[in-house]
């Protein structure tokens, strides 16, 4: 663990290591989050570079029966909105 110094603007300066081991760069946008008596800060990510991270992921798992009647809501809500024609106008 290494300790930065708070300026007096409420700056800190990431240490290199720590800049590094994350690959951020200047301009980077942050998520700064208060938790637990802490702050945290969580790098954005161009969506990019998530490509690829569920991969291999275990996907069975069984829903709750509260999801299962609103999956199936959802899915004839989306057929029927796909099936149905606008009124015409003129």
Sequence with gaps: ????TV????QVVIPK?????LRLHPGQKMQVVEYGGRIELIPER???ELRGFL???NTEFEREEDR?????ILLVGLHTSRTSRMPNIS
């Design 1 to 4: 663990m290494q300790t930065v």
């Design 7 to 10: 300026s007096p603007k409420y």
């Design 17 to 21: 290591v720590v800049r590094e081991a």
């Design 46 to 48: 161009d969506i990019k």
């Design 55 to 57: 991969k291999g992921i």
């Design 68 to 72: 299962l009647l609103t999956s199936s």
